[in-house]
């Protein structure tokens, strides 16, 4: 386990916040101190001596309060003890050496150096608000993730899990029966019986019994090319090396050029029944020309290549080819040049899986933006995502767990505003009960949304625009109109309830 806790701070090292790399350098001196230095050093030897140096000092200042488990001693044997048998009891087995490496919850372990309450996982004060917590956690997490992009290393241990629907309740046990006789003599009860199928025809009303369709269920993120030995050999048999020498050149044209080589040359295989993998493809450009290309044009071609082999029916683009680029897009979104094809790269997949997955993607990324340009361009987005999309299928409270945190309770007046538009939105679709989850917010803000609640409350949601092949029954214009508004003007998608989701029902 030190390997996985060390490799995970030191992700935190190169972060761009400068709390988050003393958080992460106080977390791995502390954890050099309890484990000693000799198991921890074989792991930081990559790192550089000025941030070495500052982990040694912290590991110097740490002073680890959680003691070892002593193993009492062995009582003396009574006299009459040895007269049952002549074997002497067996050994007592030496404590473990590595007994301080999991202390128990009862004895923490903390540093001394100013913050006794630091958390010894991630390094953060305890005593920081939980939306600064997550923030820098996500900081953490989106450093990780650019940098083995960069490197071109499998990120499959980085990504975040798919958002779970809200489990329901689990009801209370009922009061056992008094000791005493009764007062009526009870009936022997009847062993349940399961729910009979609904009758061809049949309404069916949310939450009573029935799952949700099978558009709710998160699609796993798979990857088919992870930590795969011969990958570079199986780009080279199926990328040209024209094209991947112009990927490496230092001429802007020549790598654009190159782009335009690959599309045609996926095209064409596609056509003829030998398609390349989508897989192979986005794990080329995360190399070369790389997610951080200096020219836009370039970082074009590779977002609009994106959204074609998106949309090819022919070609096998999975959720793992999704996943390698969903952070790159929503970190473009803010970018006056790239925004327009990063976007239509995340409907394109949204089109081909569903929204409640590309959602789950980008929730993570926005959440580790640090300008609020860019986390307010991508509220808009999910604002806008929403009213072309509908709520079919969408889960919306790590969406509205995720637009508080960032951006309701931001300092940025741009972001707050986006924020509360997305809240507008999301009223049209859910209705007036939403305010309900805006209780912990201050008294203006409060006002401002309430306002804007005012505004859109009697307009319905729109006609959605696109269509999800993820979801079940969804084909066309009737797939369009399946996510739409409800007559009622309360945006309740058919055969659905998106309440069911902010707040779960139990069956009765």
Known sequence: DVKRYVDQLKSGLDDGDAGVRESAAECLGTLSKLVTAKVVEPFIESVDKIKLEKIHE????ATVKAKAPVAAKPKAPAAGAGARGSRPPPPRSKPAAKAPAAPSAAA???????????????????NLPPHIRKKLEASARAAAIKKAQREGKPIDDLLPPPPQPAAKPTPAARPSAPS????RPAAAPAARKPPAAP???????????????SGKKDEAIKMRFANDESLDDKIASAIPEAILSGFSS??????????DQLKEHLSNQAAGGT????????????????????????????????EWMANEEDLEFNTGAAALCAPTLVDKLGDIKLKGPASNALVAIAQRFTLRFVVGLVIEPIRGQKSPKVLADCLAWLDTQMLEFGTKGLSLRPVVEMVKEVGLQSSNAQTRTKAVAFMGTLRRAVGPAVMDLMGDLNPQLLQLIEAEFERVGSQPMPE???????LSGENGAGAAAAGSGSASGSGAPAGEDPMDDLFPRQDL
């Open 108 to 126: 923490p372990v903390s540093a001394s150096n100013g913050d006794d309450g630091a958390d010894g996982e991630s390094g953060l004060s305890a």
């Open 275 to 306: 398609g390349v993998h989508p897989e192979l493809v986005v794990r080329q450009l995360s190399r070369k020309p790389g997610w951080k290309e200096s020219n836009f044009q370039v970082s074009q071609r590779a977002f609009q290549l994106i």
């Open 199 to 213: 009758k061809p025809g049949a309404k069916t009303k949310p939450g009573a019994g029935t799952s949700a369709s």
């Open 250 to 259: 230092t001429k802007w044209k020549e790598r654009m050029e190159a782009m």
């Open 58 to 61: 912290y590991a110097e200042k």
């Open 464 to 470: 959605p625009i696109h269509t999800q092949r993820g």
């Open 180 to 183: 005493g006789p009764p007062k």
